[in-house]
């Protein structure tokens, strides 16, 4: 089935400092994936679509500026939390389709594992 | 962001019971979908429903679409330990590619 990788699990960093998480499609292509950020005890909340070979699209009140995200391959892309802030401490989970054969809006999203930021 | 509306939020029952959960929304879906997520780790699909009306087992596990399209349920027979964890359920609407999510429900399964 389709795979989803996110790299790193955990990380802790000092505030001020930049983040850079992985999201790979392992065994298929995705020319967008999702970015979800989930605080405790709460649902997902998409945050930006990450779109292959052009800019990513922002949800409303996700500033583009602080969470960039870069789409260079068919199968990557990074999400890059500059300046963090102890605020930004959440669970950061991707997700992507399995666009094999065509794109389908209707294939279901497949997600990675997440990534615990705490920012110190 | 608009979410659904999931319930319960929570339940406690005893291993072998039935569970049953489920979503509503004032709008249309053309797709439902449910996750679940352990403790640290991303969602994982359970099940994927298309077509109003439609009903869908994967094991244990059985899923409607409902006539509507503005709501689904969950349900899961006879549980077992395992099957803790919190449950979401998910919308997309026709002709979008991003979901819609419950606030989940968690489940707790006491041996």
């Not at chain 1, 790193?8 to 983040?19: A, E, L, Q």
């Amino acid at each position: 089935g389709a795979v989803v990788s996110q790299h790193p699990s955990r990380v802790i960093c000092k505030s001020g400092t930049s983040v850079k998480i992985e999201c790979r499609s392992l065994d298929f292509q995705a020319t967008t994936m999702f970015w979800y950020r989930q605080f405790p005890k709460q649902s997902l909340m998409l945050m930006a679509t990450s779109n292959e070979g052009s800019k990513a699209t922002y949800e409303q009140g996700v500033e583009k500026d602080k969470f960039l995200i870069n789409h260079a391959s068919l199968t990557l892309s990074t999400l890059t939390v500059t300046s963090a802030h102890p605020e930004d401490s959440s669970f950061y989970i991707c997700s992507a389709r399995d666009e094999t054969g065509g794109r389908s809006y209707n294939s279901p999203l497949h997600f990675g594992n997440g990534t615990r930021l705490t920012v110190t | 962001g608009q979410q659904l509306n999931q319930s319960p939020q929570s339940m406690f029952i005893q291993e072998g019971e039935d569970v049953s959960m489920n979503c509503t929304s004032s709008s249309i879906f053309n797709t439902w979908l449910w996750y679940k997520q352990d403790p640290g780790e991303g969602p994982v699909l359970l099940i994927a429903l298309y077509k109003a009306g439609e009903l869908t087992s994967n094991g244990r596990l059985t899923a409607q679409f409902g006539i509507t399209r503005k709501d689904s349920f969950l349900n899961i027979s006879a549980s077992i330990p395992s099957d803790v964890g919190i449950y979401f359920c998910a919308g997309q609407k026709g002709g979008s590619e991003k979901l819609v999510f419950g606030k989940g429900t968690k489940l707790t399964v006491n041996p």
